[in-house]
């Protein structure tokens, strides 16, 4: 069992338009909270703000602890499909934010998992605080 849970979501209203992020860490076993981070992008894709929600939910189980095992929960199915190795990333932009996740954790350490949207409850309204704190 991981030790902990992430959970990511990137959005934009319009594609592109303004942009967020949200990510969260849990205990994977009492499911406590233990950090989150949320952020205005400006004008991206939606696909660029998923991966900057993966990113952001990376770096913290990092800063938690760097030896930790993860398994990354995401609606986006791309994002999930690429990172596991099952779908090649053609967009060049992606495929650098791809790279940029792979370098933060040991590849052995993290898993992800595709959810329903309405699993993601908890990172979905990160994001949509994040966009709402732009008045957008």
């Not at 929600?53 to 986006?76: C, F, H, P, W, Y």
């Not at 993290?110 to 732009?134: G, M």
């Amino acid at each position: 069992m991981p030790k902990f849970i992430a959970e990511a979501d990137g959005g934009s209203r319009g594609n592109p338009g303004p942009a967020a992020y949200g990510a969260l860490v849990r205990d994977a076993s009492t499911f406590e909270v233990l950090a989150e981070a949320k952020e205005y992008l400006g004008t991206q894709t939606n696909n660029y703000a998923e991966y900057s929600g993966l990113i952001a939910a990376l770096e913290l189980v990092k800063q938690l602890d760097a030896d930790a095992t993860v398994e990354v929960r995401m609606d986006s199915k791309l994002v999930v499909e690429q990172m596991s190795g099952n779908w090649k990333i053609k967009h060049p932009g992606l495929r650098q934010l791809a790279l940029k996740a792979k370098a933060i954790l040991p590849h052995d350490q993290v898993t992800y998992k595709w959810i329903r949207r309405d699993a993601n409850f908890d990172a979905d309204l990160l994001v949509n605080q994040a966009l709402d704190s732009y008045n957008i």
